[in-house]
Protein backbone atom coordinates (compact mmCIF):
# COMPACT_ATOMS: atom_id res chain seq x y z
CA UNK A 1 0.00 0.00 0.00
CA UNK A 2 1.43 3.60 -0.65
CA UNK A 3 -0.32 6.65 0.94
CA UNK A 4 -0.64 9.29 -1.40
CA UNK A 5 -0.68 13.25 0.33
CA UNK A 6 -1.82 11.59 3.84
CA UNK A 7 -5.09 10.97 2.28
CA UNK A 8 -5.14 9.09 -1.18
CA UNK A 9 -3.97 5.31 -1.33
CA UNK A 10 -3.53 3.31 -3.92
CA UNK A 11 -2.01 -0.64 -3.88
CA UNK A 12 1.60 -1.67 -4.17
CA UNK A 13 3.01 -3.64 -7.16
CA UNK A 14 6.44 -4.47 -7.39
CA UNK A 15 8.42 -1.81 -10.06
CA UNK A 16 5.90 0.82 -9.44
CA UNK A 17 7.87 4.42 -10.06
CA UNK A 18 7.24 8.02 -9.09
CA UNK A 19 5.78 8.37 -12.74
CA UNK A 20 3.54 5.80 -12.99
CA UNK A 21 2.23 7.01 -9.40
CA UNK A 22 1.81 10.56 -10.59
CA UNK A 23 -0.10 9.13 -13.75
CA UNK A 24 -2.15 7.19 -11.73
CA UNK A 25 -3.21 10.15 -9.68
CA UNK A 26 -3.86 12.57 -11.99
CA UNK A 27 -0.51 14.38 -10.95
CA UNK A 28 0.48 15.90 -14.89
CA UNK A 29 1.64 19.51 -13.66
CA UNK A 30 4.85 20.93 -15.05
CA UNK A 31 5.63 21.68 -11.81
CA UNK A 32 5.46 19.13 -9.13
CA UNK A 33 7.36 18.22 -6.08
CA UNK A 34 7.67 14.84 -4.64
CA UNK A 35 9.13 13.20 -1.46
CA UNK A 36 8.90 9.47 -0.63
CA UNK A 37 9.04 8.53 2.58
CA UNK A 38 10.72 12.18 3.55
CA UNK A 39 13.60 12.04 0.57
CA UNK A 40 13.29 14.60 -1.83
CA UNK A 41 13.29 12.84 -5.41
CA UNK A 42 14.67 14.74 -8.22
CA UNK A 43 12.30 15.09 -11.21
CA UNK A 44 15.11 13.53 -13.56
CA UNK A 45 14.72 10.42 -11.27
CA UNK A 46 10.82 9.97 -11.29
CA UNK A 47 11.00 7.33 -14.46
CA UNK A 48 13.55 5.05 -12.76
CA UNK A 49 12.73 5.70 -8.73
CA UNK A 50 10.85 2.20 -7.55
CA UNK A 51 8.20 3.52 -4.93
CA UNK A 52 8.81 0.42 -1.78
CA UNK A 53 6.13 -1.11 -0.17
CA UNK A 54 4.34 0.73 2.58
CA UNK A 55 5.81 4.56 1.60
CA UNK A 56 4.26 7.46 2.04
CA UNK A 57 4.53 10.09 -0.66
CA UNK A 58 4.08 13.56 -1.09
CA UNK A 59 3.03 15.22 -4.33
CA UNK A 60 3.17 18.95 -4.02
CA UNK A 61 2.25 20.72 -7.41
CA UNK A 62 4.02 24.03 -6.97
CA UNK A 63 2.31 27.45 -8.03
CA UNK A 64 3.09 30.62 -8.93
CA UNK A 65 1.90 33.56 -10.64
CA UNK A 66 1.26 37.25 -9.49
Known amino acids: MITIN ?4 RDWRPGI ?10 YVYVLIT ?12 YDSFEIPDGSFVRAIHIHHGG
Open 6 to 9: NRDT
Open 17 to 26: TVRDLLNEMG
Open 34 to 45: VTVNGELIDDNE
